[in-house]
């Protein structure tokens, strides 16, 4: 080895390293990994990022599986991280022009339309949608924090009813 190398082998190893991104367990959860929401451990089965053309993700889905029974954490971020776990609602509706902006479910429960829009997805494990394709999302509030999703793909809807959960209550962990 000639003294010009080792003196470059000195140089490069003097430098530093440029700074990991930290991770972000709202975001980087992957399938296969386990959370804790509510004193409740699950397996992350499917994720579902939501995002618009050219714009970093603005919310996520995560299928959680504890045993045979199966609900969706749903991560909405803004300025700081919503979260809502959710379990899945039977139902069905035949165009999506057709969705009310006043829900009643079940004479009980009266919800109303938030917001509505359209969204990519990016899929990953065992979902209810393609990946790299449109989704539309609408978003409904009831009182007592009470919350419910409705999604449409090519014909094919996804309801989801729950509450505001605590992003402090969540325990994420790797899967190995």
């Known amino acids: 080895m000639s003294i010009w190398k080792r003196v470059g082998s000195i140089l490069k190893s003097g430098k530093e390293m440029p700074p990991e ?32 053309q050219g714009f970093p993700p603005h919310r996520f889905a995560y299928y ?21 776990l959710c379990e899945f609602v039977e139902g069905a509706l035949d165009d999506p ?14 919800y109303d339309l938030e917001h509505h829009r359209s969204d990519q997805v990016r899929t990953e494990g065992q979902t209810d949608f ?27 809807y996804v309801a989801l009813e729950g509450r505001r959960t605590p992003g402090s209550q969540i325990r994420f962990m790797k899967g190995s």
């Open 64 to 84: 959680l599986q504890n045993g045979k029974h199966i609900s969706c954490l749903l991560i909405e971020k803004g300025r700081s991280y919503d979260c809502f």
């Open 97 to 110: 022009n057709d969705v009310p902006t006043v829900l009643d479910v079940g004479g009980e429960v009266t």
């Open 130 to 156: 393609r990946s790299n394709d449109t989704v539309l999302f609408w978003s409904y509030l009831a009182g007592g924090d009470r919350h419910f999703f409705l999604q449409w793909q090519d014909g094919k």
């Open 21 to 52: 991104r930290p991770s972000n367990p709202f975001e980087d959860t992957r399938v296969g990994d386990i959370l804790t929401v509510d004193l409740e451990e699950y397996v992350v089965s499917g994720k579902v990022v939501y995002y618009d």
